[in-house]
């Protein structure tokens, strides 16, 4: 280590005693309740925070609602929701060396990529979202027949939107809930999840900074079960957005029923990655190794399932098997480490049990297949050969460094992408090949809501994400994931009524 972690900025933050943004002011929960928040790379305690209890939530969501209601956002021009927004992209990056060491401490990856992934994607969100807050407009068109009318629909705010988020990406998470709500003039209340809470409270501060108006912005950490569920529960609340399991976005549905909420859901993954005999295996080796292990696996979209012609198999399993060994695992705050631990001592305990799985299913282990470590939330990346597709390592998502391997010997593209989409998720998958029929091909027959070809984890801002199947509900990011945060209204203004409708019967 060669700077002292943590700063005195981030010292001085970890030791305060956070509370609940509501309607602009930071509140104590009622209860007292608090959650500890922990070094996944050490094991350590490192701050805590309040957990927000039905109490809360409730005021939570009528400042939400008195936002709303006055009219203080939805009223404002979108040009004024625009700068807003925009100023808040500014100020993360005037904190990004704080928010990423912040980042790096409460969730363990690199600080490396907290400052060079994290931070310009979570600004680039609210300055591309902050675009939209002036250009989200209906159709026009003319109706008739009988009669004349001009009609038109308007995008109108949904209202008062519930938004939980996960620990895998959080401060990115939380801006792609915040940036398309906010713009579209919606009000609030976010939840960050209880392991990765602190991000999101600094950017609660940077919000009031940034001068938007009290109650547009309310953010309640807590525990899913309570104070998740009882905002999925509210009747005042008119949409949940959520990224997390699929097991919970179920749970949310159902909460969800009693006001008939609308709900986008961003689920699980168990994500393909197809290798044709014709593809760069170079290029397949340097890019699924990325594909799997990038955040320590800890990715919806991440590459879990390897699928690779038998011609190439043991030349990709071979490649990707010796990077995988020669990643350099540790503390985010060390300079040379290549991925950080898991993000909690639950998903070092859910990952360990896969591992298990794997090798008793008979699985060919090819590299790592055990715990890194004994201190800390660490997991070697993990290559399964020879896997076969009843193993749990390859139906279950397990959110860690843990690659499975399946080959294949036909040439049927239909075969193919049949066994890409053997699975009850849809949510990502590559395709490596130098054909580009085949890529077309495999493109269309791939059952999920994003599908790379000789490339994993594209993305950007303009671009949405969002699930087939058990994936999800609705879609994030670019013009869908805006028009999420609305509702259409349909009017019609007579030009030339038909008349009568009784004198007409008659
Ligand atoms: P989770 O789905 O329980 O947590 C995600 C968020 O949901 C957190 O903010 C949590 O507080 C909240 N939550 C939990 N129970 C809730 C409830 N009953 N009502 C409302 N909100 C609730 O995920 P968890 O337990 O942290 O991870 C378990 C597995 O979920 C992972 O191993 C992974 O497979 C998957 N996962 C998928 C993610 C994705 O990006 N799609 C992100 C995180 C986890
Ligand atoms: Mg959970």
Redesign the pocket.
């Known amino acids: 280590m060669s700077e002292a972690y943590p700063s005195a900025k981030v010292a001085a933050f970890l030791r305060r005693d956070h509370r609940l943004l509501i309607g602009g002011e930071w509140v104590a929960p009622a209860d007292g309740g608090t959650i500890a928040v922990w070094n996944p790379a050490t094991g350590e305690q490192i701050a805590g925070v309040a957990a927000a209890g039905t109490i809360e939530v409730d005021l939570a969501v009528r400042a939400a609602r008195a936002a709303f209601e006055r009219g203080t956002w939805p009223g404002m021009s979108g040009a004024t929701r625009a700068r807003l927004i925009w100023r808040l992209s500014e100020l993360l990056l005037e904190h990004a060396d704080e928010l990423a060491e912040l980042e790096t401490f409460d969730n363990g990856k690199p600080l490396h990529d907290t400052r060079a992934v994290d931070l310009p994607v979570a600004s680039e969100l609210l300055r591309y979202f902050a675009g939209w807050a002036t250009k989200l407009n209906g159709i026009s068109t003319a109706i008739g027949d009988p009669g004349e009318y001009q009609a038109f629909t308007l995008r109108e705010p949904i209202g008062v939107v519930a938004q939980?988020?996960?620990?895998?990406?959080p401060l990115i998470?939380a801006v792609m809930k915040l940036a398309p709500a906010l713009a579209a003039g919606c009000t609030v209340v976010l939840?960050?999840?209880?392991?990765t809470p602190l991000t999101a409270l600094r950017l609660g501060e940077l919000i009031a900074g940034a001068g938007f108006p009290a109650g547009v912005v309310n953010i309640l950490t807590?525990?899913?079960?309570v104070?998740?569920?009882a905002?999925?529960a509210h009747p005042d609340v008119d949409k949940i957005a959520?990224?997390?399991?699929?097991?919970?976005?179920r749970?949310?549905v159902q909460?969800s029923a009693g006001n008939l909420k609308r709900v986008t859901l961003?689920?699980?993954?168990k994500s393909p990655m197809v290798v044709l005999p014709d593809a760069d295996i170079d290029a397949v080796i340097a890019g699924a190794t990325t594909g799997i292990f990038f955040n320590s696996g800890?990715?919806?979209m991440a590459g879990s399932r390897l699928i690779v012609h038998e011609a190439v198999h043991d030349w990709v399993v071979a490649g990707i098997a010796a990077r995988a060994r020669a990643i350099r695992v540790g503390s985010g705050f060390d300079r040379t480490t290549q991925i950080g631990p898991l993000?909690?001592e639950?998903?070092l305990a859910?990952v360990s049990r896969y591992l298990d799985e794997g090798k008793a299913a008979g699985a060919t282990l090819h590299a790592g297949g055990h715990r890194h470590g004994t201190h800390g939330y660490f997991v070697e990346p993990t290559v399964f050969g020879r896997a076969d597709p009843s193993m749990s390592i390859i139906r279950e998502?397990?959110?860690?460094p843990v690659l499975g391997v399946m080959a294949y010997a036909t040439h049927d593209l239909e075969a193919i992408a049949a066994l890409a989409n053997d699975t009850s998720y849809g949510?990502a998958a590559s395709v490596w090949t130098r054909n580009i029929t085949t890529a077309h091909r495999l493109v269309r027959l791939i059952r999920s809501g994003q599908v790379w070809v000789n490339g994993h984890h594209v993305g950007g801002a303009d671009l949405p994400v969002g699930g087939y199947k058990q994936s999800g509900w609705g879609r994030e990011n670019g013009r869908d994931g805006i028009e999420a945060y609305t509702e259409v209204k349909s009017v019609a203004i007579a030009l030339n009524p038909p008349g009568d409708w009784l004198a007409i019967k008659g």
């Open positions: 939980i988020i996960p620990w895998n990406f998470m939840k960050p999840a209880e392991e807590g525990i899913g079960e104070t998740g569920a905002l999925s959520f990224t997390g399991s699929t097991e919970v976005g749970k949310i909460a961003e689920l699980g993954g800890q990715s919806c993000v909690s639950v998903q859910r998502e397990i959110f860690g949510l």
